[in-house]
């Protein structure tokens, strides 16, 4: 019955009409050519082969330098620190891309008509705009838990992995939206010889132009200027804490600290000592000290903050001519005469968009080797983000005479005396 009403709804159709039809769907009308198969468009004609080995050499790159970030991250157990958390969800976040988004982006930009579907039709811009919306927040939430640790290194970190969860089921929220904006027209149901031939539009009925205002400012504007002012406040943080640092002998302190040339307090030094005893953490060399003062390694942590900035920079910039050619095109009139011209300019800005999977994962590496250079990222985080651990060669931020006295106090440099044996010798020497 339903196929009977099909038919009836169908209407024989001339060669004028069938010849507009294919003019407007490839930009050519030949009649001759089949719509269920993909066609080039036909400004991309000629330099196709380019843009295909541009973007499969971005994807080769990107996955292969995301996947040893991702790989080094498990291995040395990074991402136990926040800061590597976030990392690690970026670099999934840019595998995504890699093995998913990329492809159907290249797919789509190179075919003038549209094969894939009504459910691709609806779903696509949402595959595509998750992963970003992703790596935005994350890089929001990164700057600001980076504030909060420069700020009070003994306050909690943000629970990374619960912050990275809510990142990917804020960015499905946000594309929800897309399938109200977007339909699919099979013109099959109206002309037979158009059987299984679909249009992917957006709806005119809707305005969609608002709703990509809503996603450029929340999704862009805000991001980078909340991420803009944390570097910034973290940066003068670590100012801060380099002048106090020189003033107070190479010591930054936090709250419930000492000031550089005075004794710990008797019952700092009695759980320091009762710590010493019965918590070793990372390693036979780790010990963690509950009440001891604990300074930043400026040096390391500006270092930090300079890859930090230019991640988070270079993500902006890459991202910035796609999101201003999304929210123009609705004032563009794109005709026969400009349509290459804007097909080649939104292709270029689709690849510089997607640069950042290959230059971050990049900055990741260079920043570890630089830091094992220096003082080793893999040590300086490597026993995690819940408590602050010092091991003996953190006993360089302290000034000579406090670090002298108090490895005497705590014996780091003897092995441990067995105090029972020793009250046995004294009172056998007393009696």
Same mark, same amino acid.
């Given at each position: 019955?339903?196929?009977?009403?099909?038919?009836?709804?169908?209407?024989?159709?001339?060669?004028?009409?069938?010849?507009?039809?294919?003019?407007?769907?490839?930009?050519?009308?030949?009649?001759?050519?089949?719509?269920?198969?993909?066609?080039?468009?036909?400004? !991309? %004609?000629?330099? /196709?082969?380019?843009? @295909?080995?541009?973007?499969? $050499?971005?994807?080769? &790159?990107?996955?292969?330098?995301?996947?040893?970030?991702?790989?080094?991250?498990?291995?040395?157990?990074?991402?136990?620190?926040?800061?590597?958390?976030?990392?690690?969800?970026?670099?999934?976040?840019?595998?995504?891309?890699?093995?998913?988004?990329?492809?159907?982006?290249?797919?789509?930009?190179?075919?003038?008509?549209?094969?894939?579907?009504?459910?691709?039709?609806?779903?696509?811009?949402?595959?595509?705009?998750?992963?970003?919306?992703?790596?935005?927040?994350?890089?929001?939430?990164?700057?600001?838990?980076?504030?909060?640790?420069?700020?009070?290194?003994?306050?909690?970190?943000?629970?990374?992995?619960?912050?990275?969860?809510?990142?990917?089921?804020?960015?499905?929220? !946000? %594309?929800?939206? /897309?399938?109200?904006? @977007?339909?699919?027209?099979? $013109?099959?149901?109206? &002309?037979?010889?158009?059987?299984?031939?679909?249009?992917?539009?957006?709806?005119?009925?809707?305005?969609?132009?608002?709703?990509?205002?809503?996603?450029?400012?929340?999704?862009?504007?805000?991001?980078?200027?909340?991420?803009?002012?944390?570097?910034?406040?973290?940066?003068?943080?670590?100012?801060?804490?380099?002048?106090?640092?020189?003033?107070?002998?190479?010591?930054?302190?936090?709250?419930?600290?000492?000031?550089?040339?005075?004794?710990?307090?008797?019952?700092?030094?009695?759980?320091?000592?009762?710590?010493?005893?019965?918590?070793?953490?990372?390693?036979?060399?780790?010990?963690?000290?509950?009440?001891?003062?604990?300074?930043?390694?400026?040096?390391?942590?500006?270092?930090?903050?300079?890859?930090?900035?230019?991640?988070?920079?270079?993500?902006?910039?890459?991202?910035?001519?796609?999101?201003?050619?999304?929210?123009?095109?609705?004032?563009?009139?794109?005709?026969?005469?400009?349509?290459?011209?804007?097909?080649?300019?939104?292709?270029?800005?689709?690849?510089?968009?997607?640069?950042?999977?290959?230059?971050?994962?990049?900055?990741?590496?260079?920043?570890?080797?630089?830091?094992?250079?220096?003082?080793?990222?893999?040590?300086?985080?490597?026993?995690?983000?819940?408590?602050?651990?010092?091991?003996?060669?953190?006993?360089?931020?302290?000034?000579?005479?406090?670090?002298?006295?108090?490895?005497?106090?705590?014996?780091?440099?003897?092995?441990?005396?067995?105090?029972?044996?020793?009250?046995?010798?004294?009172?056998?020497?007393?009696?």
């Amino acid at each position: 019955m339903a196929q009977k009403s099909k038919e009836a709804g169908q209407a024989p159709i001339d060669d004028r009409t069938l010849e507009i039809i294919h003019e407007y769907i490839l930009g050519v009308s030949d009649v001759d050519s089949d719509l269920r198969e993909p066609h080039l468009r036909p400004s !991309l %004609v000629e330099s /196709y082969k380019f843009v @295909i080995f541009a973007f499969c $050499l971005q994807i080769a &790159v990107g996955f292969v330098v995301n996947a040893v970030v991702f790989l080094a991250i498990l291995k040395y157990k990074l991402y136990k620190d926040a800061t590597f958390a976030f990392v690690l969800n970026n670099t999934i976040c840019d595998l995504v891309k890699c093995v998913f988004v990329l492809p159907l982006s290249v797919y789509v930009l190179l075919v003038q008509n549209w094969v894939l579907g009504e459910c691709m039709c609806s779903f696509l811009p949402m595959i595509q705009d998750i992963p970003m919306h992703v790596t935005t927040l994350t890089y929001t939430l990164m700057a600001w838990d980076r504030l909060r640790f420069i700020k009070k290194p003994y306050r909690p970190r943000l629970p990374a992995f619960v912050c990275c969860f809510g990142t990917w089921l804020s960015a499905m929220c !946000l %594309v929800l939206p /897309y399938p109200l904006y @977007i339909i699919y027209i099979d $013109l099959g149901t109206y &002309v037979a010889e158009l059987d299984g031939v679909g249009l992917c539009i957006y709806n005119l009925v809707d305005n969609m132009e608002e709703y990509m205002r809503g996603i450029f400012l929340t999704m862009y504007v805000a991001p980078m200027c909340l991420v803009s002012y944390f570097y910034i406040r973290t940066s003068q943080e670590l100012k801060n804490c380099g002048n106090s640092s020189s003033v107070n002998g190479g010591l930054r302190t936090s709250t419930g600290g000492h000031i550089s040339g005075h004794r710990p307090l008797r019952r700092e030094i009695k759980n320091a000592n009762a710590s010493l005893n019965s918590h070793r953490d990372c390693d036979d060399d780790t010990v963690s000290f509950p009440k001891r003062p604990f300074r930043l390694d400026i040096f390391q942590e500006k270092m930090n903050q300079r890859y930090l900035i230019f991640t988070a920079l270079v993500y902006g910039i890459c991202l910035c001519p796609i999101m201003v050619l999304r929210l123009a095109r609705f004032a563009l009139v794109e005709t026969y005469d400009n349509s290459g011209i804007l097909d080649m300019v939104y292709t270029i800005f689709v690849w510089i968009a997607f640069a950042p999977v290959c230059i971050t994962p990049l900055i990741h590496l260079i920043w570890q080797l630089s830091s094992s250079s220096n003082v080793g990222l893999r040590n300086y985080f490597h026993c995690g983000g819940k408590n602050p651990k010092h091991t003996r060669d953190s006993f360089e931020v302290l000034d000579s005479e406090m670090n002298d006295s108090f490895r005497k106090r705590f014996n780091l440099d003897k092995p441990p005396v067995d105090t029972r044996s020793s009250s046995l010798m004294d009172g056998a020497d007393g009696s």
